[in-house]
């Protein structure tokens, strides 16, 4: 019994990681994966307790498994990492489970698995088995407790570290004269351990080889709890506690019996059994290789081995055998005190993360040139979405290799500008089961730029982008996040935005309220300022239009709205032209058109690109924008016209976002103003300030050139902007 609790202790628990002394430094860190010590002696007590001082050791949990710096992932009984007591637990583990499978898969973690059983005790589901068997291909260095598990199939080295003796835990607890037929079983109690059969061997043993049967140890099957109180009720020779035992009661149980009884029907590798050596208490166990082994290590007069299923004969006889013999107080180990056991722990790490840096250095190798993969999802119906992702893309372009997975709306992947050198995917789980194989020092994945909706369907969000933060955090690449902003501002931060983000090596907001929110990053502008045409365009030049594109899901322009466009136009000696930059918006721009006696240019046939191209053609031939949709506004300042926010409602979101590109204010709601006539006014003066407008478009350009999540890449310096991809026509 290798990983369940044998008995307990009334000393501190550590909590912390057992680090080594403070003048030195650490040479190994290595997460176990196991849970703390909790009071009960156990494996993991004996293997943290006396690790070798040049090592720092860490407890297991999922947010330092997928997330945390360690060298060496110790692993012991995989299947319990996948198990939970209710099908909610078990699949939030799986989940888990897959994520620490990603990280290693490409991580210079070492993996190295001690062999505690040849097969789980209890059944597993075939997912468990699937599952455990992808952790098993990982393994750097196997470690065999005895001499007789099977090596064969490892698919990897071995080294033999015995399952160490309890003689030192237990040397300071009091204990207990041997009652002559006194016979006890102790330890976890599982129906694999063959209790029911010791009950009913014990109650045919003539009287004078037995006087009392204890049984000690917590139990978790209602059924063999029931059957033991039945025996008590039955026989009075026969009495249980079922709970884990303190150590100091544990080892007064053991020592004042004269016999342990292990009835088990499998046995590789047991704790208790050592226990009951280590406490000077001979045992009658099963005759399997491993026993007979330790038989061989520690003598005879110590184990009776019996063949097959225990019986009332073979019994009687081990009793009598074990009573005959003359043995001294503890048999002698051979290799099993702790001290030892660490050192060679020790060794085996070193081993596994050498021949894991081999494997690592082998493929990193192979892979020079930075690799991006992308998900620059959008509305399918939106220009502006279209636009912002293909900056973006640009930008990584000049510097790595992109692999980007569009989905399969022909329309919305028209206006993305993908070129033959990217590597295109319409499939979620071959792109995700690419950057797998993409994985090392040059992966990166960018999350995809514009606003995050903070909703229930965030989830499926964030259920996609943690492995690949993962994947990159693991194999040493990078995470960005750019160009993101919050649409909703009123409510609280929400915890899984923060939690993506804070495992970002760079996150870029593009506006600074959403930055303030979060705390987490710098701020840039929006990525579709590096679209479009030069941001020199001339002031003076013919520009015989006044450009107006409004949302059609917020209330119709009022009156006064209507009559400031005009006087505006009139001041400008311009004709209006309404725009649609999304399909929905097109009933309110036929609507606005007819009020206003303009033109119309409705977005009811072609792709993104080509819609695009006729929006920016107006736009070049527009003294000024005005709109309440910020990608109307960014994309005609980056024509040359004047962006103007004038709203029916609020301006919050215009006025962010433009707030990141300069300081001049280029956006006004129409509850301002008291008359069409004051709001014409202002409409002209922040026509007056297009110079300076444009000269922070030439700046916003540079900045993004130079952000961070462009620098994060290694690279030649390109521009942002792609001529490929200017509207026909357009001068470059």
Known sequence: MSGPAIGGSARAVPRE????????KPELRV??????????TKYVDQITRFADVRQVTFF?????????????FHVHWPEFLLRGRTLPVRFARHLLYLALMLRLRVSSVAVVRTVHNINPHEEGTGLEKALTKLLLRRVDRFILLNDQTPTSGLGAAADLIRHGDYVEAFADLPRQEAERGRLILFGRLQPYKGVETLLRVVSGLPQEDWAALRIVGACSDPVLRETIRAAETNDGRVSADLRFLPDDELVREVTRSEIVILPYTDLHNSGVLLVALSLG????APRTPSTESLAREVGSAWI??????????QLARGLRTLRDAERP???TFDGRDWRTIGAAHFATYQRARAHRRERVDSDESRQTRPVVFINPSGQRTNLGDSVLRRAFLDQLRHRAALHVYTGTHPSYVSGLGLRPEDVVYRSRVRWMLAAVRHAGKNFVFAMNPGEIVEDRRYWFTFAWQLPLIVLAKASRGASLASGIAVRELASRPDRRVRFLLRRCDVVEWRDP??????????VIPDWAFAAGGPAHADADETRPLLAVSMRGDRRFPSDRWLEAIEAFARRLGASIIVVSQVVGDNGRSRAIARSLGAQVLLWEAGGHLEHEHAVRAVYRRSAAVVSDRIHALIIGVTEGATPIGFTVEGTEKVARTFLALCPISVSFSESEVGSAAEAADRLTRISCSSAEIRAAVATARQTLRTSASSSILSGPESAVVSDAYRPQGAAP
Do not use: N
Not at 64 to 72: K, L, N, Q, S
């Open 60 to 72: 297991f949990s999922w947010v330092r498994a997928i997330f945390g710096r360690y060298d060496v």
């Open 304 to 313: 009776y081995l019996y063949e097959g299923a225990l019986t009332t004969h």
């Open 17 to 24: 990681p057992l680090s080594p002394p403070a003048e030195s």
């Open 329 to 331: 107080d503890l048999p």
């Open 513 to 522: 309220r959403s930055r303030q929110r979060y705390g987490i990053g710098t």
């Open 281 to 284: 208490r001979p045992v009658v």
């Open 31 to 40: 997460l176990l994966s196991l849970a703390p010590p909790d009071g009960t």
